[in-house]
């Protein structure tokens, strides 16, 4: 039986259960979360969903319902508990399945944290670590299968790393894409961004100026520290 650890996420609003080795959800996840824009009433899809960390998050924040999709079985189980632990297993369900195969339904909402890594580099001698990192160069099937969810007025959002922003744009169309940079502190280079697509807006893709995450002592800004905290969402302009 895998070996789980329960921490606290929004300010400990919410009390979720991870594996205390491989994969570990955190400040990505929270952000992923509050940057979904959805609303109480409608539907969400995470594509890779883990133990559910973003998923719940989302639920939490807006009202609105929550399908996950995660490949590890063990990984479901603990998402389901985590749904139960925190009163949301009626509006938030989490299933076994490959987010890279699906097909027929339609949310107003799709958004993943997809593997950061490409085939370049080290993997994890931790089988579950490295199948969330390691995408095997299937990013772009990430970004095709959430496309293909999405309904034609919805958005999709993916927080990756900064420099595979190329491979997102690619893949997305011509129009209704923004790029939301995550800066390590002001004046610094983003590690992470995130990339926003949304049916129905006819501007091209364009970069905003994002969001910084600490302060010169290390401290978070008050904007970043009020959404981990789960007192606001994240502001990404239409």
């Not at 491989?22 to 899809?45: I, K, Q, Y």
């Not at 958004?111 to 370049?120: A, M, S």
């Not at 095997?136 to 790393?161: C, F, M, Y």
């Amino acid at each position: 039986m895998i070996a789980f650890s329960e921490d606290g996420f929004l300010g400990r609003q919410l009390t979720l259960r991870q594996p205390v080795a491989g994969f570990r959800a955190g400040l990505d996840a929270v952000m992923l979360a509050a940057a979904v824009p959805a609303r109480a009433g409608e539907t969400a899809l995470e594509l890779g969903a883990g133990v559910g960390t973003a998923s719940l998050c989302l639920a939490h924040r807006t009202g609105c319902a929550v399908r996950g999709i995660e490949i590890d079985p063990e990984l479901v189980a603990l998402a389901q508990w985590n749904a139960q632990r925190n009163a949301m297993a009626d509006r938030v369900v989490f299933e076994a399945g490959d987010a890279l195969a699906l097909r027929g339904a339609v949310f107003d909402h799709v958004f993943c944290n997809p593997p950061f890594h490409d085939e370049r580099g080290r993997s994890s001698p931790d089988v579950g670590r490295a199948r969330a990192l390691h995408d095997g160069g299937s990013l772009k099937d990430w970004v095709k299968s959430g496309l293909e969810q999405v309904a034609p007025h919805g958005s999709l959002t993916i927080i990756l790393r900064a420099d595979r922003v190329g491979e997102v744009v690619e893949v997305l169309p011509e129009r209704g894409g923004i790029v939301f940079p995550l800066l390590p502190r002001a004046g610094a280079l983003p590690k992470r961004v995130i990339v926003q697509w949304r049916g129905g807006r006819d501007a091209a893709l364009w970069t905003q100026a994002g969001l910084v995450l600490h302060l010169a002592d290390g401290k978070y800004t008050d904007e970043a520290d009020s959404i981990l905290r789960g007192t606001s969402g994240l502001c990404i302009n239409s």
